[in-house]
């Protein structure tokens, strides 16, 4: 099945620093990424959508200057949370399309839960 | 716009038991509905989808889901509850114009009690 990696899956970093958050489609090609935010008990929010070789895509509310994505390759996106804040520290998700199959499905990483001092 | 509801935060089964976890949508167009589990400290698995075709949708662990489109419904359930049936469970709806967004709920909680 197709299988979404996330790096770092755990990472402190002291308040002002920047921390960046891979996320790579193994075993297929994904044109567009998704990154949620999750806090503890509760859904998943959407915070951006990240189409390779273009700008990503912001929900509304969601600050582009300190949440930055980039969608270099089909198989890498990456986010990171500049000048970190304590209010930063949550459980970010990427999710990733495979074109091959059904519209909607997802596949997930497995979460980089981010603590920032 | 699409929406997803559950009802119900958190809901707790005897092992064995049967469980019903409910979810409730709002859409404009046909919808795409899946049911993720999400254990603790993971990333989210698909346990099935709907995409027009069978409205009773079979997924894996023994999970099956019917699509109910005169009561906007996608429940899930599962006969006998087990105990590594325990975790986070989201229903989720895609969104319009085929951009591959999910939209979930707020996600119920199942425990299993010995």
């Known amino acids: 099945g197709a299988v979404v990696s996330q790096h770092p899956s755990r990472v402190i970093c002291k308040s002002g620093t920047s921390v960046k958050i891979e996320c790579r489609s193994l075993?297929?090609?994904?044109?567009?990424m998704f990154w949620y935010r999750q806090f503890p008990k509760k859904s998943l929010m959407l915070m951006a959508t990240s189409n390779e070789g273009s700008k990503a895509t912001y929900e509304q509310g969601v600050e582009k200057d300190k949440f930055l994505i980039n969608h270099a390759s089909l198989t890498l996106s990456t986010l990171t949370v500049t000048s970190a804040h304590p209010e930063d520290s949550s459980f970010y998700i990427c999710s990733a399309r495979d074109r091959g199959r059904g519209p909607g499905e997802l596949f997930f990483g497995e979460g980089s839960r981010l603590t920032v001092l | 716009a699409q929406s997803v509801t559950q009802l119900g935060s958190h809901v707790s089964v005897s092992e064995g038991a049967l469980v019903l976890l409910r979810c409730n949508y709002s859409?404009?167009?046909?919808?795409?509905l899946f049911w993720y589990v999400q254990y603790p400290n993971q990333g989210l698995q698909l346990l099935l989808k709907?995409?027009?075709?069978?409205?009773l949708v079979k997924g894996i662990n023994g999970f099956e889901a019917e699509f109910k489109k005169s009561e906007t419904s996608f429940h899930l359930t599962k006969p006998s509850a087990h105990m590594s049936d325990a975790a986070e469970y989201f229903c989720a709806v895609s969104g319009s114009g085929n951009t591959g967004k999910l939209i979930f709920g707020q996600g119920t909680t199942l425990q299993v009690k010995p």
């Open positions: 075993d297929f090609q994904a044109t567009t």
């Open positions: 859409s404009s167009v046909p919808p795409y």
């Open positions: 709907y995409t027009s075709a069978a409205t």
